[in-house]
């Protein structure tokens, strides 16, 4: 089974490199944010971890980008783990200004 080509390649190479700089940007900030709500530690060094930690998050969604069969593919698998981990950070700060 063969990939059928997009229309226009540059789009296709231009919708990758947005989502490599945006979508990628986003998902390493919401990772960040959801774990430092998960690290047992202080807030400030579970924030500094988190960070530190995302900058590996964010070299993994570039690459996962360019890899990815196709630039809604690769959006895909940056846009669902990273809805998935803002709604769990939400529901975490929620739970945490409750108590």
Known sequence: MSVPSPAHPRLALGSRVLAAVVGGYALASVFSIWLSYLLPAELPEAVLGATLFSFAV???AVI???AAASAARAWL???????????MA???????AAA
């Open 77 to 87: 698998g940056l846009l669902l783990p990273g809805a998935a981990m803002g709604l």
């Open 64 to 66: 996962w980008v360019f």
């Open 90 to 96: 939400a529901a975490l700060q929620l739970g945490g």
């Open 58 to 60: 964010y070299t993994a």
